[in-house]
Every structure is written in C-alpha cells, then in structure tokens.
C-alpha cells in the first residue's frame, strides 16, 4: 500500500543535540511538507519541498534544516538552535500544490 | 486574531447526534480543507472544497465563499468518530491551519 513512514514515533533529545526526522512516502508525489504541531495551537509550516533539490522555508523553519535528494525522502533535522523542540512532527505530501496532502502519523520529540 | 478560526474549541454528543463544526477564515483562500485527526496523532484528509457541499457517507461539508465560512456536518454521530477535526484553508503554496475542534462522542 502507499503511505507516508514517519519514523521514529517517539525521540528523545539531550540539550545541545541535533536530531533527524525521517520521511519517506512511496506515493511518487512531487510536494513534501513537515509541520510543528503544539497543544492548542494549528499546524505550522517548518519547510516545504515542490521538486527534488528544491526546498523553501515555511512560516517557522528557524532552528531547522531540510534536504531533498531523492522525491521520496524528506528529512528533517531539528538543530540545538531550535530552543523550544518540544512538539509533535508532521510530514505530508501531495502530487502537487493544488492536491489534498497525504499526512504520516508523526513523531512526537522530547527534550530530556 | 488567527486566520482560520473553528467553533466550537469542544463538543461532546451522545451517539446518534447530529454534529455541526463550523470554520471562519478571514483571507481570499482557493480551497478549504477539512481534516480528521485521530487520537494517535495521524491525519486523514475528509474533504478539499472550493465552493458549494460535498458528502461522503456521512459527512458533509459546505462552503460559502462571499461569507468566508465553511461546516462540516456529522449526521447519526458514532463514538468512533471522535477525534480532532481541523479545517484549514490553501493560501498560494501553503495551508493555513485552525486549531481544531476535539469532538467526542459518548455512547
């Protein structure tokens, strides 16, 4: 079946750490998106990918990075610039900008 | 003031109630997603609507662009559709989320 594969589920930080999110879909969707969810709050954009090679910085990427290497991965690395990491990870993709996103079940980070 | 707002924030139903969540949004947007978010934190997209109503199974959606304000309508309500429902709305390459709406129904 086609999907999105967030993983891990759960992760861990130590202050002062980087850490990387995957995201693969098998959907052979061109667009990619992560989001920050935090309680109470919408979906925030982080970054967005339209074509491989190709990304751009949504409302909140301050403190992470992206590459796009390959269309069905989209990392993320949440850096030790990201003062408040604390959430959970979305991922989504689309076949392109104008279609519904497909979500994947999210990581939830913690800061030990 | 946030751009997509949702009432109400809560609702509680006994099964078999018909639900009503409502979403406002305040920008010239080209399409209005509605989204079922489940407890586990997963995501499953309902509906993409640019004008009029939608329905699937029991699910409706409807929009009025002049107004700015779509309804997602649940008819004969079941505990299994409790969840976080969230509409958000298409601004060029973005969506722009509202809070959510965390509906529980009890049997």
């Known amino acids: 079946d086609g999907g999105i594969t967030q993983s891990p589920k759960y992760l861990f930080r130590k202050e002062g750490q980087n850490v990387t999110l995957s995201c693969e879909q098998n959907?052979?969707?061109?667009?990619m998106y992560w989001y920050r969810q935090d309680p109470g709050q919408g979906l925030r954009l982080i970054y967005y990918?339209?074509?491989?090679?190709?990304?751009q910085k949504g409302d909140i990427a301050e403190g992470y990075s992206v590459s796009r290497e390959k269309k069905e991965s989209f990392p993320l690395t949440v850096t030790s610039a990201q003062k408040n990491p604390t959430a959970f990870y979305l991922c989504?993709?689309?076949?392109?900008?104008?279609?519904?996103?497909?979500f994947g079940d999210g990581t939830r980070l913690s800061i030990l | 003031k946030n751009e997509v707002e949702q009432s109400p924030q809560n609702l509680t139903a006994q099964e078999g109630e018909f639900i009503t969540i409502n979403c406002s949004y305040s920008?010239?947007?080209?399409?209005l997603h509605w989204l079922q978010q489940h407890p586990g934190g997963g995501i499953v997209s309902l509906f993409m609507?640019?004008?009029g109503k939608k329905k699937h199974g029991r699910l409706i959606a409807t929009i009025n662009i002049q107004e700015k304000h779509s309804s997602l309508h649940i008819t004969a309500s079941h505990p299994r559709d409790s969840a976080v429902y969230i509409c958000?709305?298409?601004?060029?390459?973005?969506?722009?989320f509202g809070a959510g709406t965390i509906l529980r129904v009890k049997s």
């Open positions: 990918s339209q074509i491989v090679n190709d990304f």
């Open positions: 958000a709305v298409r601004r060029g390459n973005k969506l722009v």
């Open positions: 609507l640019s004008s």
């Open positions: 989504a993709s689309a076949q392109d900008r104008n279609q519904p996103q497909h």
């Open positions: 959907l052979n969707h061109d667009a």
């Open positions: 920008v010239g947007i080209s399409a």
